[in-house]
Structure formats: structure tokens, C-alpha cells
């Protein structure tokens, strides 16, 4: 072989070897880089895996999560026409605020609510999933189930606080909170995003109760008011990293296409150790109100993301979209404390600070002796329909204060 073809053979020898160890070392190190976050994630709380929860030893009588899923079941044959009143039917019926034809509709189903009555008084909880297998979350349907029975408690708490049968509503609506809670025992947005979603039904159930039924509800309020939702939103952040490691994110789709595909799975650790390292930090942040950290996430939405970290720049802006989701959680759930508070006194010295902006609640006593509580936020003529919503809390529809005039038809129509 002449000396020209040896060198040249010789070179491209060399280059393979170069880019091998290149290749080598950029997989080391990610590998490296990754199992240090992962270590810091366990210390903060969070997991590798969820193998945890299949360790857990729990008798079939004493299990939450079965007893929701019998009531489930229980509820669904009143889907068929035989049966009276359909599922349909009735929910049609309170979307439409014709709660008084419900009554006969929800003793039809007493037996089911009282079911689930009992299953909220179970303390253990284990969802029989394949925690090997997290993408089957996503599939077992329990979400929509849950959300739905959650709704026929509230349909059941309004059909009964219509009739002033508070202990009926309230624990209706107390098994409503218990199943929310049972959801969000397996730490994901998602189901973070339901739980919140349920609590939001039950919230909302209460705007324009009379002042005297706060009293008949104690363990309702009781339960809202101790609700931590910053340690929820926290616990499924950290639990997003085991689902993140867990996930064959090449056959979801969520990589680099052309070009780019290998150079992007030739970084994946390093991609995931900044997803990681993103998420923890991120369930530290919300431990702070969300006005104080608003910088911070707006931050991390605009952060320009390397083009061979696809699953960081592809989740982790939706990541802090849910944090905002907590802080109006928190600002209704708030408004709502307050209107409880100040329906057995107007002498609070006490005025909440909104958990969005940062600034004191507002409110405001109308003629016909109602309150009108809200934050700034309703003030200001950007916001949307929806979020004015949220921000305000009518104790009595109608009347509204100088500085929610302009929003009156808006305010009265989404309220009444």
C-alpha cells in the first residue's frame, strides 16, 4: 500500500477514534451530570421511581382508591335511559341552574353518594396502576371518572344546600375534597391539575351562600382552609423527574427531527439533567407566592434552549404555566376564606394579601348587604374574561363597587 493511502487510512482511523471518544465523553459526562440532579432531587423529596407505591401493603376494605373506583362504577349505570334521570341529564340540568327538578334525580342515587361518603373517611390510598409503566397514567380513564363523580357530589351538595340540608352538602362536598386529595397522593402535574380542578368545582359551589350557611359548613371550609396547594404543585414538579426518566420520549415524538435527531440523542443525558435540574429549582420556587417568583418564571420561559435539548425546551415552559395556575388557585380559594370569615363578622382587622399580585385584597359592602371581595387584577382592562372571574367573589350578585362598574355585564352575567 503506498505511504499517501496508508496516511489517509491512518487519518480517518484517527477521526473515528476522536469522534468516538467525543461521542463518549459527551454521553459520560450527561450521564455524570444527571445522577448528580437525581441525587438532589431524593434530598429534596422527590424519587427516581415510583417503585415506592407499589410497595405499599394495603388491605382491598381499607383502600381509598378501590373504594372511588367501586363508586365510579356505581354511578355509570345510571348512564342508560332505564334508569331514570340519565348521568347526562342531570348535568345538563345543573349547568343550567335547574337545580329544584334534581331533587328526585339525586335520592335516586343516595345510595351511591353515601358510598362515597364512606370512602372518603379511608385514609389509605393505592391506584392500581403498573408503577413500572407511568405512561399508563394516561390511560386507565380515572382522571375523567374522578373529575366526573366529583361533579355529581357538587350537583348533590347544591340539590341539597337548596333544601337547607347543610350536613348532606357538606359532607358531599367534604368527599369531594377527600377524593381530590386521593388523586394527588401520586405526585404529577397532572394530576396535581385535576385535584385543583375538583377543588375549583367545590369553591365554586359556595359563591352566593347565605351568611348563615358558613356556619353549617365547618368541615368544608375547614378542609379548603388547609389545603396546601404550594406543597401539591411542589411534590408533582419533583415527580415529574421520575416520569421524565421513565418516558421513551423517541417513540412520543418530542426529539429533533432531520439533521438533528442523533446529535439530540447523543445529548438526551445532558437534556435531561437540565430538564431535572429545572424542575427541582422550580419546586422551590413555589414554595413562594407566585407575585414573588413571577420574574423568575418568565425567566425560565424566555431561557433560549440549546437545539439538542428538545424534552427541556418542549415541557418545561408548560411546567411554569401550572405555577400560574396554583397562584389563581390560591387567589380563589382566598376570596373564598374571606367571604366565610366576614359572614360572622365585619370587624376583621386581618385583609389578605393576593397571592397573584402581591397586593392587599379588596372589598366592599353593597346596599342590599352583601360583599363584593376582589383583587386588582379585576381592575384592569386587559384582563380576560375568565381571569376577572376568578378574581372576583360576589356574596350576592347584582351591585358591584366604582371600580368594577365598567365590568358589571361581564361580572353579573358569568355570576348569576
Given at each position: 500500500?503506498?505511504?499517501?493511502?496508508?496516511?489517509?487510512?491512518?487519518?480517518?482511523?484517527?477521526?473515528?477514534?476522536?469522534?468516538?471518544?467525543?461521542?463518549?465523553?459527551?454521553?459520560?459526562?450527561?450521564?455524570?451530570?444527571?445522577?448528580?440532579?437525581?441525587?438532589?432531587?431524593?434530598?429534596?423529596?422527590?424519587?427516581?421511581?415510583?417503585?415506592?407505591?407499589?410497595?405499599?401493603?394495603?388491605?382491598?376494605?381499607?383502600?381509598?382508591?378501590?373504594?372511588?373506583?367501586?363508586?365510579?362504577?356505581?354511578?355509570?349505570?345510571?348512564?342508560?335511559?332505564?334508569?331514570?334521570?340519565?348521568?347526562?341529564?342531570?348535568?345538563?340540568?345543573?349547568?343550567?341552574?335547574?337545580?329544584?327538578?334534581?331533587?328526585?334525580?339525586?335520592?335516586?342515587?343516595?345510595?351511591?353518594?353515601?358510598?362515597?361518603?364512606?370512602?372518603?373517611?379511608?385514609?389509605?390510598?393505592?391506584?392500581?396502576?403498573?408503577?413500572?409503566?407511568?405512561?399508563?397514567?394516561?390511560?386507565?380513564?380515572?382522571?375523567?371518572?374522578?373529575?366526573?363523580?366529583?361533579?355529581?357530589?357538587?350537583?348533590?351538595?347544591?340539590?341539597?344546600?337548596?333544601?337547607?340540608?347543610?350536613?348532606?352538602?357538606?359532607?358531599?362536598?367534604?368527599?369531594?375534597?377527600?377524593?381530590?386529595?386521593?388523586?394527588?397522593?401520586?405526585?404529577?402535574?397532572?394530576?396535581?391539575?385535576?385535584?385543583?380542578?375538583?377543588?375549583?368545582?367545590?369553591?365554586?359551589?359556595?359563591?352566593?351562600?347565605?351568611?348563615?350557611?358558613?356556619?353549617?359548613?365547618?368541615?368544608?371550609?375547614?378542609?379548603?382552609?388547609?389545603r396546601d396547594y404550594r406543597d401539591w404543585f411542589r411534590k408533582a414538579l419533583l415527580g415529574e423527574v421520575a416520569y421524565g426518566l421513565s418516558y421513551d420520549w423517541d417513540a412520543d415524538g418530542a426529539t429533533s427531527e432531520?439533521?438533528?435527531?442523533?446529535?439530540?440523542?447523543?445529548?438526551?443525558?445532558?437534556?435531561?439533567?437540565?430538564?431535572?435540574?429545572?424542575?427541582?429549582?422550580?419546586?422551590?420556587?413555589?414554595?413562594?407566592?407566585?407575585?414573588?417568583?413571577?420574574?423568575?418564571?418568565?425567566?425560565?420561559?424566555?431561557?433560549?434552549?440549546?437545539?439538542?435539548?428538545?424534552?427541556?425546551?418542549?415541557?418545561?415552559?408548560?411546567?411554569?404555566?401550572?405555577?400560574?395556575?396554583?397562584?389563581?388557585?390560591?387567589?380563589?380559594?382566598?376570596?373564598?376564606?374571606?367571604?366565610?370569615?366576614?359572614?360572622?363578622?365585619?370587624?376583621?382587622?386581618?385583609?389578605?394579601?393576593?397571592?397573584?399580585?402581591?397586593?392587599?385584597?379588596?372589598?366592599?359592602?353593597?346596599?342590599?348587604?352583601?360583599?363584593?371581595?376582589?383583587?386588582?387584577?379585576?381592575?384592569?382592562?386587559?384582563?380576560?374574561?375568565?381571569?376577572?372571574?376568578?378574581?372576583?367573589?360576589?356574596?350576592?350578585?347584582?351591585?358591584?363597587?366604582?371600580?368594577?362598574?365598567?365590568?358589571?355585564?361581564?361580572?353579573?352575567?358569568?355570576?348569576?
Open positions: 500500500m503506498k505511504l499517501r493511502y496508508k496516511i489517509a487510512f491512518g487519518g480517518f482511523v484517527c477521526l473515528m477514534v476522536f469522534h468516538a471518544a467525543v461521542a463518549w465523553l459527551i454521553q459520560w459526562s450527561g450521564q455524570r451530570a444527571l445522577e448528580r440532579e437525581i441525587e438532589q432531587v431524593i434530598a429534596a423529596g422527590g424519587a427516581r421511581d415510583f417503585s415506592a407505591f407499589d410497595e405499599l401493603d394495603i388491605p382491598d376494605d381499607e383502600n381509598a382508591a378501590l373504594a372511588w373506583l367501586e363508586v365510579f362504577r356505581e354511578l355509570d349505570k345510571f348512564d342508560t335511559p332505564a334508569s331514570g334521570m340519565t348521568n347526562e341529564e342531570v348535568y345538563d340540568a345543573w349547568s343550567d341552574y335547574e337545580i329544584d327538578g334534581l331533587g328526585s334525580a339525586m335520592e335516586a342515587r343516595r345510595a351511591v353518594f353515601e358510598q362515597a361518603h364512606a370512602a372518603a373517611q379511608l385514609e389509605q390510598v393505592r391506584w392500581p396502576y403498573d408503577y413500572a409503566y407511568l405512561d399508563e397514567f394516561f390511560n386507565t380513564g380515572y382522571f375523567g371518572k374522578s373529575r366526573k363523580f366529583a361533579r355529581f357530589l357538587v350537583i348533590d351538595a347544591t340539590a341539597a344546600l337548596s333544601k337547607e340540608d347543610w350536613e348532606r352538602a357538606d359532607k358531599s362536598l367534604v368527599a369531594a375534597l377527600s377524593l381530590s386529595e386521593d388523586i394527588v397522593a401520586v405526585p404529577l402535574l397532572i394530576n396535581t391539575l385535576v385535584s385543583v380542578s375538583i377543588d375549583m368545582l367545590v369553591i365554586e359551589s359556595l359563591e352566593g351562600i347565605e351568611p348563615v350557611g358558613w356556619g353549617h359548613l365547618p368541615n368544608t371550609v375547614g378542609a379548603l382552609t388547609d432531520g439533521l438533528l435527531r442523533v446529535p439530540a440523542r447523543l445529548w438526551r443525558n445532558h437534556d435531561l439533567a437540565f430538564y431535572t435540574m429545572r424542575l427541582r429549582e422550580m419546586s422551590a420556587l413555589v414554595r413562594r407566592p407566585y407575585y414573588e417568583l413571577e420574574p423568575e418564571l418568565r425567566a425560565i420561559e424566555a431561557y433560549d434552549y440549546p437545539r439538542v435539548y428538545p424534552i427541556s425546551a418542549s415541557y418545561l415552559e408548560s411546567s411554569s404555566a401550572c405555577v400560574l395556575t396554583l397562584g389563581r388557585m390560591e387567589l380563589r380559594r382566598d376570596l373564598m376564606i374571606w367571604a366565610a370569615a366576614l359572614a360572622g363578622t365585619e370587624s376583621i382587622s386581618h385583609t389578605p394579601i393576593d397571592a397573584l399580585t402581591g397586593q392587599p385584597l379588596k372589598r366592599w359592602r353593597s346596599p342590599g348587604g352583601g360583599w363584593v371581595l376582589w383583587s386588582i387584577e379585576a381592575e384592569k382592562p386587559e384582563s380576560a374574561i375568565a381571569v376577572r372571574d376568578l378574581s372576583v367573589w360576589l356574596t350576592q350578585p347584582g351591585t358591584l363597587p366604582p371600580e368594577l362598574q365598567p365590568y358589571a355585564y361581564e361580572l353579573n352575567d358569568e355570576k348569576d
